[in-house]
């Protein structure tokens, strides 16, 4: 079975631009989370979005915002970007679940903002 | 409240040694304590996890030891080996929200031959 997949790999952007963010989960995992993980840092948590709805959000500003489809999949758009949004973004799936605990976490997406 | 903590920072250890990163917490209401590797350039993967009704866990060479009473919990790796290299991540989530994961900053390990 494929995990989680993530696009692009890579992504070089500049001050003010915005960029979003495409994640696939796994086959059958119906809830889908952002992290964003700094060098040199542990993840931390954006989004977690089940059945198409926002089921939490982390302490991030409003220029991040996130979708999930209906085939499960998801993206996540960050505006006006700064420098400090440099980071790895990892997405997470799960079944979601109450009590289904574990999550599995794709490559991520390095982006480098200049 | 949230927040996880995790030492050391790095760790360097020798082949066939026992590597062991400890973590704490505040909130009393996580119910959940998974610990994660990473490789570079990967995504975190789910290593080991416990619930505070056990206080030890075991898999393979890698063994949580957890202290509900001291907010304490630690990851044990014995006779580690030189692929055991990564970035340890310590983490906690809340029953009402697994999906909602706090990471801990993470230890960096290095296993020399």
């Known amino acids: 079975d494929a995990g989680v997949t993530q696009s692009p790999t890579h992504l070089i952007k500049t001050r003010g631009q915005h960029v979003t963010l495409r994640c696939s989960p796994i086959?059958?995992?119906?809830?889908v989370s952002w992290y964003q993980q700094v060098l040199g840092q542990g993840p931390q948590f954006i989004f977690q979005?089940?059945?198409?709805?926002?089921?939490g959000r982390g302490n991030f500003p409003d220029r991040f915002s996130a979708r999930q489809f209906p085939n499960y999949s998801s993206e996540l758009n960050v505006n006006a970007l700064l420098l400090g949004d440099s980071a790895l973004y990892l997405c997470?799936?799960?079944?979601?679940?109450?009590?289904?605990?574990?999550?599995?976490f794709g490559p991520g997406t390095r982006l480098t903002v200049l | 409240q949230q927040q996880v903590k995790q030492s050391p920072q790095s760790l360097i250890v020798q082949k066939g040694g026992i590597s062991i990163i400890n973590c704490a917490y505040e909130n009393t209401a996580f119910d959940y304590f998974p610990w994660y590797q990473q490789f570079p350039g990967k995504g975190p993967a789910l290593l080991i996890a416990i619930r505070p009704d056990v206080s030890e866990k075991k898999e393979g060479r890698f063994t949580i030891s957890f202290n509900k009473s001291a907010k304490q919990f630690s990851l044990h790796i014995m006779d580690s080996q030189p692929g055991d290299s990564a970035t340890y991540f310590c983490a906690a989530s809340l029953k009402t929200s697994y999906d909602k994961v706090i990471f801990g900053p993470g230890t960096s390990l290095s296993v020399i031959p």
């Open positions: 086959s059958g995992h119906k809830s």
């Open positions: 979005y089940y059945e198409k709805e926002e089921r």
């Open positions: 997470a799936s799960s079944l979601g679940r109450l009590g289904a605990d574990t999550q599995y």
